[in-house]
């Protein structure tokens, strides 16, 4: 069953679901986090993460992350093109993106570029609570920019879990083929 224009009923259902909670103080906060996880902030925040692990001798973290966050981007922009959905009408004044919908490139991205920041970050010595609370922010994080996305209009809700689907096979496949290399740059044997 189909709701507006060919979206699934269901598409649009969560879609005003989500609107129903709108709020001037939600709003403001929503439009802050799909800015947090706009290209404006994440291309040269992104930059630094890579200076600062080159500066600290972690050039092949550095290059990770790059990877990561490059290709999420590339996917993003591939997926696009290839599905061609038409974005809903948004709410509360805000911009219709010039790009299609499916998937959520701020999904996408955001999921790479804080859960690989994280695994970057936490250290195996540290206290669980600590590592809890560095996940949990940058699950947090994902999550709300996602969130942020169907608030204001400008995804639908499968276009949003599309992308954190996307995240979840991309970092999964780096993670797999760093393993690999890894262990065939040191001689050893391949095993999981």
Not at 32 to 54: E, K
Not at 85 to 94: A, D, K, L, Q, T
Not at 141 to 153: A, D, N, Q
């Amino acid at each position: 069953m189909a709701g507006r224009a060919g979206t699934p009923a269901y598409d649009t259902a969560a879609r005003d679901l989500v609107h129903g909670y709108a709020a001037p103080w939600l709003t403001w906060v929503m439009i802050a986090a799909s800015w947090a996880g706009s290209g404006l902030v994440l291309w040269p925040l992104g930059a630094l993460v890579v200076l600062l692990l080159a500066r600290a001798g972690r050039e092949r973290e550095g290059a990770l992350f790059a990877v990561a966050v490059l290709g999420a981007n590339l996917i993003s922009e591939s997926l696009k093109l290839f599905f061609h959905r038409v974005r809903p009408e948004p709410w509360f004044g805000y911009p219709l993106p010039k790009t299609y919908s499916f998937p959520s490139g701020h999904a996408l991205v955001s999921f790479c570029f804080c859960l690989c920041l994280a695994e970057l970050v936490v250290r195996d010595e540290w206290p669980a609570a600590r590592k809890a609370a560095v996940w949990g922010a940058a699950v947090g994080c994902t999550l709300t920019i996602g969130l942020s996305r169907v608030y204001l209009g400008v995804h639908y809700p499968t276009d949003v879990l599309a992308g954190f689907a996307a995240g979840v096979v991309w970092t999964t496949v780096i993670r797999v083929a760093h393993h690999v290399w890894t262990k065939r740059r040191e001689g050893t044997g391949i095993s999981f």
